[in-house]
Each structure stands twice: as C-alpha cells, then as structure tokens.
C-alpha cells in the first residue's frame, strides 16, 4: 500500500511538472495572434517566424557559448577549490568555503549591480568577457555543492594507495579522484548551465543591443508584445535542454549522476 501511495504521488509530481511544459508547446502552435491555450489551430510559423530572426538566432548563439564557456571555467576553478577544501586542512578554510558558496545566499541583481560597478572601474563592462565572469561566479557554488559530498574517507584511502604505488599527484587525481567524483562534477555541470543559460538578473548589467542573451531578449519583448513568438523561443529552449541531456545520457549515463562510486 505504502509502495502504491507513493508511486500515485511520484506520477502526480511528475504530472504538475509536465503541464507547464505542455502548456508552453500547446500555446507555441496555436493560429492565434495571442497566447492562448489550448491552441486554436496548429501552425508552426511563430517556429518560422523565431529561425528567420537572426537577432534571435543571435542571442540563441551567444546564451549558448556564454553557458558553455562559463561551465568549463567553473568547471577548473571549482573542482580544485573543491578538492583542497575537501583534503587539506588550512587557516581560512571556513571563510573559503563560505566565500565560493556566498553568491548562492545573495540576490542576482544585488551582484549584477555590484559586478557593473568593478568593472567600470577596470574596464571591463558590457562585453562578453564581463557577462562571462559574472556567470562563473553564480555558478561555482553549484559545481561545489555537487563535488564536495562525493569525496569519502574511502576514496582518500584509495589516493594514498596510488601514490604509495608510485603515482604522481596528477596521475592520481585523473586516475583515481576525477571518476569517484565525475557524479558530482556532470550534475553540477548541467544544474550550473542551465542557471547560466536562464540567467536575467544578472545578465541584463552588461548586455547590449549586439550582446544580448536570449532570456534578456525575451524580457525585453514581453514588456511591449505578448504573443505566441514567446512561447515558441521557450519550446526551442525545452527541446535544445532535451537533446543536452539525451547527448549527455549516450556520452556518460545519467545514472552516474545519482551513482556515487
């Protein structure tokens, strides 16, 4: 019985999470000039209409790269960070660790406006490079939080022995460290580019009319059009994140999220 109840409320979950999406691809194909749901008619000129806008295709490329290109830079700063956290014992070490999960406790637009405000003062605003250190440091506590629990007293055992055998720490650390954590590492990966790739608050300091990232460009239209053109970016947005995690199944398996070895 208890395996039953659970099981109705696992699909009821799985239900509400469902209809917002369905909702979205619902409206995307609806004849009308308006949101509407259900649709009134199906068509997919609104998907015509977002592929043959190039400042759409732009801002698709550039939130792209930018997620990206901000993952992989998380990526090398955090796992480290991470790994002396983890295995060293050093002064500071509470005040490090607080400071790498810091942008987690304040609000994005509190940073956006204070990281416009060093970078007019170094020089470094409204350009790719500004959006992308932004983005890094909203999204290392994400790659920490992951990685951090997938180190173990086990695996520390398991460190020791390589370099008891003869390895050096590099060796060790690719050999031995990298896959007890990859876990971690590819689930704090996906959860740090989707906060990237969603990004507003952030983004919005440093953007401009040639640098714009598709969920910046979406705010800026619905302040002065609502129509289906949204809901069609949205369900492009949906199915790119489908084929993200469908790549990223076939390359490593999502089941090594959730397995800690």
């Known amino acids: 019985m208890a395996r039953f109840i659970l099981a109705a409320f696992s699909m009821l979950v799985l239900v509400y999470l469902l209809v917002p999406l369905v909702i979205i691809v619902g409206a995307s194909l609806t004849t009308s000039e308006f949101l509407t749901f259900p649709p009134q008619g199906l068509t997919l000129k609104w998907y015509e209409r977002v592929l043959a806008d190039r400042s759409y295709m732009a801002a698709f490329s550039i939130s792209t790269w930018l997620a990206l290109s901000a993952t992989v830079i998380a990526l090398l700063l955090a796992v480290p960070a991470t790994l002396a956290i983890a295995r060293f014992s050093f002064r500071g ?34 350009s790719f490079p500004a959006l992308m250190v932004g983005h890094v440091v909203i999204i290392v506590p994400f790659i920490v939080r992951s990685v951090l629990p997938q180190f173990s007293a086990d695996q520390k055992a398991l460190e020791e022995a390589s370099r008891d055998l003869g390895a050096g720490p590099f060796a060790t650390f690719f050999l031995v460290t990298l896959p007890q954590i990859r876990g971690g590492a590819i689930s704090g990966a996906i959860l740090a580019f989707i906060t990237s790739w969603i990004n507003v608050e952030l983004s919005i300091f440093n953007v401009t009319p040639a640098l714009t990232t598709i969920p910046v460009k979406l705010f800026n ?41």
Not at 106 to 114: E, N, R
Not at 236 to 258: C, P, S
């Open 93 to 126: 070490k509470g005040a490090v660790e607080a400071v790498l999960m810091s942008p987690l406790m304040m609000p994005y637009l509190v940073l956006g406006a204070a990281l416009l405000q060093y970078g007019s003062a170094i020089g470094l605003v409204r």
């Open 221 to 261: 239209y619905i302040q002065y059009t609502v129509d289906p053109t949204i809901a069609a970016v949205s369900a492009i947005t949906i199915l790119v994140a489908a084929i993200l995690l469908i790549i990223i199944d076939a390359v490593f398996g999502l089941d090594v999220i959730q397995t800690k070895k």
